[in-house]
């Protein structure tokens, strides 16, 4: 057999089977010295995805000298300049690109010097191979095979592809269509936190599957759950869960297989709305505002005209200011989970209500005597509504009176303190109290002793004399017998010293802390100022009555009778016609008789005088002469006498 050198080895060995789409494989020398070929693989631009890998093998046959040629055989691949070996030293993975030429220089083994070369290009879909099992091809070709096992000769192994048909493998016995390798894809990962009741977030495909023979279909679960009518590459969740897609081909994987990722949603329940309250507070009290405990809530929002807006665990919140007036505030819960924050409604506004407080009142007390209660009096508060009274002086008490009596009634120091307040919206706020205020009830004195030194005689007052009260200051008079008075003085004079009765009365008194407190007065006490005896009546132990004398154990009106009247007086007689009887003169004056009177008169006596005579007649004389009468009544007789 001759052995005849091809050189023009694309001309020779045209590809069978899988017509390549956009690469092809041109000879640029061999050496068969070195058993080395070296090919261009030529790259145009392939249609739709492609991944622009390509499989060489390189055929050989012998040629005798008279052109028979023997049949094709695999050559034996030991070493290639670029690209990757593939195992069992069949051939030469390369991968270009769009439009691009590469020089390729393979080393062959276990062949014959003379031979025809045949290098092909096997041109694969744009999937990668998917390692989805071990395909032994049996049978005496042409034959298909989609998945099944067929017995018979020619037995071709295949590990990583889904083959789908081999053609002319008598020529070509590499020349098997298959499909790219089968990858159920990906999905987003990024998952979704929402509130209950919010939109869900479709769950993206971030690759979809591909591979085998291309008729994808898909379907999702939730938490391992598949879920009914979900086949499309992307899905909308409608609850909580972790949802995962799965995908898988017509032909080569019949078996569901989980795209990579995972997306989960969590569903945040909304809290329910809190029931908020108020406190009703005193100026320079804050409102404290209380939400009630949410289940499941993490935290509380605060808002309104009334509080400072703030979130956080704490259920209370205090108004923003502690003066008079009302306060608006709404609370509203959430809960935090998963990166979000969910919020329940606000609350209807609440309002609380910060209350005026009322002065402090300015407080006086009375002070009294003994039997008569303290008053003590607060002035009037504006705005207040009622008075709070307390101390040990008083009974505590409140209301609207402004005035408040002592709890007793006795001797002593009475202590109260009041407040103002004002009550409204529930509550009453106080203003502070006053100081103490002590009211006095002073010591009333005893009722004193009176009595009088009477009876007197006209012309003597009748003495009226109180007895000594302990404690008391003074001593008040009274009555129709004397001139009211008060003083120190316990003892007191009737007004006239004139004959009659004269009643007094008198009490005591104490002067203390600027009030004066008496006794009662004592019962009416009567003194007598008697007058002398009556006329023409003996004289008793006041001697004769006032305008009388006595003259001989009688009581005479010395006016009424004349004479009487001159009694121990001096005067000038100018004359005298007098009837003298039975008469007698005091020791050491001269007697005259009628009859010597008569004749004297014009000798010793002079001036003029009147005279009474006896049974109350009048008679006049005029004594010419000087002299020194005294006049003097014995026996109802008159008497001239004169010295």
Avoid at 362 to 375: D, E, F, P, R, W
Avoid at 467 to 494: M, N
Avoid at 553 to 572: N, P, S, V
Wanted: with cysteine.
């Amino acid at each position: 057999m001759q052995k005849i050198y091809c050189l023009l080895l694309l001309l020779l060995c045209a590809p069978v089977g899988y017509a390549a789409s956009c690469v092809s494989v041109k000879q640029v020398s061999a050496n068969y010295a070195t058993k080395q070929v070296t090919f261009d693989v030529v790259w145009s631009t392939c249609t739709g995805t492609h991944n622009y890998k390509t499989w060489i093998i390189v055929d050989y046959r012998t040629v005798n000298a008279n052109g028979t040629k023997g049949a094709w055989t695999r050559a034996t691949v030991s070493g290639t300049s670029i690209g990757t070996l593939v195992s069992a030293s069949k051939g030469v993975w390369v991968t270009g690109s769009a439009s691009k030429t590469q020089r390729v220089t393979l080393t062959l083994s276990g062949m014959p010097a003379r031979y025809d070369w045949c290098a092909n290009a096997l041109d694969y879909p744009p999937q990668a191979i998917m390692s989805n099992g071990t395909y032994t091809l049996k049978g005496t070709p042409p034959f298909t095979i989609n998945g099944s096992t067929t017995l018979g000769a020619n037995v071709k192994t295949y590990t990583g592809a889904c083959v789908t048909s081999v053609t002319d493998v008598t020529n070509n016995p590499e020349g098997i269509v298959t499909n790219p390798a089968f990858t159920a894809g990906a999905i987003a990962s990024t998952g979704q936190a929402l509130c209950s009741g919010s939109a869900y977030t479709t769950i993206g495909s971030t690759t979809a599957a591909s591979g085998g023979d291309g008729r994808i279909t898909y379907r999702w679960l939730r938490t391992g759950s598949v879920i009914s009518g979900a086949t499309a590459t992307t899905y909308v969740p409608t609850q909580a869960g972790t949802y995962t897609r799965q995908a898988k081909d017509g032909t080569c994987n019949t078996a569901w297989v989980a795209s990579t990722g995972s997306w989960v949603v969590t569903v945040v329940s909304i809290p329910a709305v809190p029931t908020l309250t108020a406190t009703t507070t005193c100026e320079g009290t804050a409102i404290t505002f209380t939400s009630s405990a949410v289940t499941g809530a993490t935290g509380y929002q605060w808002n309104g005209t009334g509080v400072t807006a703030s979130s956080g665990t704490g259920r209370t919140t205090s108004s923003k200011a502690t003066t008079v007036g009302n306060y608006a505030a709404q609370v509203r819960s959430y809960t935090t989970a998963s990166g979000i924050t969910c919020y329940s409604a606000y609350t209807s506004n609440v309002t609380g209500v910060i209350v005026d407080i009322p002065n402090v009142p300015t407080l006086t007390a009375t002070t009294t005597c003994a039997g008569t209660a303290v008053t003590f009096t607060s002035s009037s508060v504006s705005g207040a509504t009622g008075y709070q009274w307390a101390g040990a002086g008083v009974t505590a008490g409140s209301g609207t009176a402004r005035t408040k009596a002592s709890n007793a009634t006795t001797t002593g120091n009475y202590v109260a303190q009041v407040r103002s307040y004002i009550t409204a919206s529930g509550i009453s706020c106080f203003s502070a109290y006053t100081s103490n205020v002590t009211g006095v009830i002073v010591a009333t004195p005893a009722v004193p002793t009176l009595t009088q030194d009477g009876p007197e005689c006209v012309g003597t007052a009748i003495t009226f004399t109180s007895s000594s009260v302990s404690g008391a200051t003074g001593y008040q008079w009274a009555g129709a017998g004397v001139t009211a008075s008060s003083g120190t003085a316990r003892t007191k004079a009737s007004k006239a010293t004139t004959a009659g009765s004269y009643i007094a009365q008198v009490r005591a008194y104490r002067t203390a802390s600027g009030i004066i407190c008496y006794s009662a007065y004592t019962s009416n006490l009567a003194g007598v100022i008697n007058t002398g005896g009556a006329r023409d009546k003996a004289p008793n132990s006041c001697g004769c009555a006032t305008g009388l004398t006595a003259l001989n154990g009688y009581c005479r009106d010395l006016t009424a009778d004349g004479a009487f009247a001159c009694e121990g007086k001096e005067h000038k007689v100018v004359a005298a016609e007098i009837y003298w009887a039975n008469a007698s003169c005091p020791a050491g004056w001269q007697l005259l008789t009628y009859e010597e009177a008569e004749r004297v008169v014009g000798s010793y006596l002079c001036g003029e005088y009147c005279l009474a005579g006896y049974g109350n007649q009048t008679y006049s004389a005029r004594l010419i002469c000087g002299g020194t009468l005294r006049w003097s009544v014995q026996d109802l007789c008159s008497v001239l006498c004169f010295r």
